[in-house]
């Protein structure tokens, strides 16, 4: 089976690495700025932290303060860049150390460090990181089960960050390079990502006796996986990141039952979507965008923050228009990711409107964005990946047992159509061979009984074929009754 | 029609009635002990006394967990023996007067709150049974207030009467009463309004309250009305203006003005207002920023802690009643042990009814298809299951409704047995 993760190019070294995040840096810059050229040079060491109204936090040596902004030298590791701050966007600055000037030559770049076994050698003031990529197909290898297990792997290694990369399935064909258009996706799915959020929500609040930050990192999440970053505040994005493709709700139903009836049903789904991204402090409003066709949606940034108005204004960025005739998304749109009828969040767009905290394609640079590279331990990545080999682990191993599970419910299924009573010896009346064909049938439902307390949640989530099953199961009791009695007496 | 083609054909009927059987082990005949309990509202539960204390007992049914009744709602109990029954010393014992003085104190200025799940199908796992049960248990424990933390995603039409009396008319004279909304949708929502003071969860959501059957079909006509008037009664006993429960129900405009001096809100049935809620052509599900901005909820809450920070404001301090269990982020009172014990209880009779139906069928089948001499084994199980399904509906009468086994019902199987075991 094909394993469902997608193993980052571990090409550039650390240097070239640094050389990356410190270019990034430029694109980084707040949607007002105009990117300007990075002058990357090698400095001695960082002054001062500034925690940055993003939540992140950023190591610099101050060159020019003012009543309106600071200028700065921004370390990269080693490596440092210009930067203008607006004091809009800082919310304290700290000194951590003195002025560069004559400072001892260059330290060594921070590394983020593997720590190989949980616990081991790790120093107490650290940062265990617990790395997991949800990837696959969403409703199939991610479910419920498998990430719940891989967080419980989190909880047994204490970890203090859980970073959890979104990148599933979005191919039109397995083995293909070409993705789906974003009005493939199907909002139903909602009630994948709402199943498997409690893990990280309320179930997290009653298991954890302290509790982790967690961190999505999207790369795909499409379809139903839309909604499951939206539980947390710390959202950050791959440059060619996407969520959305969930655009679905207005349609849901079609023209089944009375109209009053479908508003309800489509309400309640509303709700319980807006619900997820309010407990993760987002604004409800972008869920809304992204769930229906029909809604027209701007917004334009206030002092630093984006604000939305529902509708549209000369003056305000249109995020989705109402979708109907002529603006309705032709094929070219949708095919090139650039139809506006429901929105998609690109790393760019995320950013602009806050739900993203930043851009990084690796670990080391998500982990600097999140200004933490320095105290880093990814727990459990002997092999390097930039993943925990346990949550790697449980995760593959519910993949491939879903996919056994599958076949062997197919082959169960055609072998019970087609047990067959055998002539026995000394069985004059046959009875013994209808027994033992009726045992086989039993073991073969016993068998089928045990995948799907395993993985029903997937192959049999409306519990339809598990009935089916013991009632199949009851008839043969039952056949095996009436033969005794009518072979041999009273019922 | 022949007796023979009669009988098959009100078996083909029978078939129509199954509810759809889940997985539960097939379990032993079980022939229970005669000792009956009639309780006050007419039924008559036939079972064993297995303990019994301060009047409070337990009764084996012979299916699920024991049934565990209040004295308060027993109006006569009929002994098989007069063997004295034990009173037991493990599990959740009921205190007497003394023990009651030993195990809490009433400390002065701090009100005793405790947290009740109201969670599952209204009419099945969230029912006016159990939450009328825990009254006794919640006074054992000096309960003051009491905080129903709500997840249901609605259920039966009928029940929301019953669980609105109850809050209204035995719950609010005894404690202070809250509700902490994780979902209340539909019939969950008709039913939480009765509580003048509600707090949301990030994600809660109230609301969608269109009365539907079938195939998406809605409620419409006189029955559409009976419930929009029972809402505008419910709403009232809430404090809540009768607008917004009615665009919950119907595709009808809301909106509101927010004094912002005196934080008094006005709502319009229709846009006038300056914050639209529903343009009327949608159904109104409120999420938690939309509550709390229309001071429709008093606050919003992610955990019990939150919860008792916005509480605490108007009843000072507070201190949670119960036991801390693992995994639940509250302490777990024995009101609240009993609504868990009592939806796992419905849940396991939810499952076990549909195999027990289905077996009760084959063996009326086996019957049917052997002479009548051989017709006394098959007919005596097919009894055993008949008593067996009577037990689950006296336990959840609204599980009989759904299914509709009534009086009627029965009466007409005991004959159907009967006519059997005659030839």
Redesign the interface.
Known sequence: MPKNRTRRAGILGRAAAGVVAAAGLVLLAAPAEPAAAAAITFASQPTHEILLSTGQTVKVEILKESDSEVEVNLFVGSMSAPRTYQRSEIVSITEIGQSTAGAAAPTKSTKTTRASKSGENIPDNALRVYVMELGGRFGWDVSYTPVNDALEKAREMNADVIIVKCNADWKQLEGFVEEKADDQGEFEEYSIAEAIHPAF???M???WEKQPQVVFWVERAMSGMAFLPL?KNDIYFTSDGRMGGVGGLDEL?GS?????????????R???V???A??GGHD?KIVEAMIKKSYVLSYRIENGKPVYLVGEEPGWILLTDDGKDERADTNSDLVRGLGNDSLTLTSDLAYKLQVSKGTADTLDDLLFQMGIEDRAYVLDDKDEDGETDAARRELDSWSTGIERAAQKLRRLQFDLGNVQERQMRNDPDGSKARNAARAQRTRIINEA?ALL?KYGEVLDPG??F??QL??QR??I??EK??ER??GG??? | MTLRNRIATLAIALAMLVA????MA?ANLYEPEQDIVKLKDGRELKGTIVKEQNGYIWLDLGVGPEMFISPADIQEIVRDSDEPIPSGDEGFAVKTEDDKEKSWERVPGVTRAAIITAEGMVGMQFAAKPLREAIPLLEEEGVDLVVFKVNS?GGLGLEIQRLSDLLQNEYKPKFQIVGWIE?A??AAAMTAITIEELYF?????F????G?S?????VEGRGLEEYLYKMEQISARGNKDPQIMKSMQ??IPLSYDLDEATGEVKFYQDTTGEHILNKG?????????QAEESKFSAGTA??VQELQALLEKSVGEIVWVGEEVE???YPVSLAEKHQREYREEVDYQDARL??VF??YR?ELG??Q??GV???????K?AESYLARIKRMVDINPNLGLMQNLTDDWFRQQEEIIRNLRRG
Do not use: H
């Open positions: 929500t309320s179930e609040r009653a298991k539980v139903f089944m039952g009375d109209e009053v009836v479908r508003d309800k049903q489509k309400s309640l509303e709700a319980y807006k619900g997820m309010i407990e409800p009984i307390n519990q339809q598990r009935v013991e009632l009851q008839q009791e039952n009754r009436l009695t009518r007496g009273g019922g | 759809t059987p889940r997985a097939a995603g979902s949708i539909s969860m990030p994600k809660g959501n609301g969608a309250c269109t539907w079938g195939q998406l079909v809605a119907i595709n052509d949608y159904i109104l599900t409120l999420d938690a920023i992610s955990t995994g639940i982020p549909g195999e289905t077996k084959m086996n019957a298809s052997v001499n051989q017709r006394g084994g098959f007919l199980r």
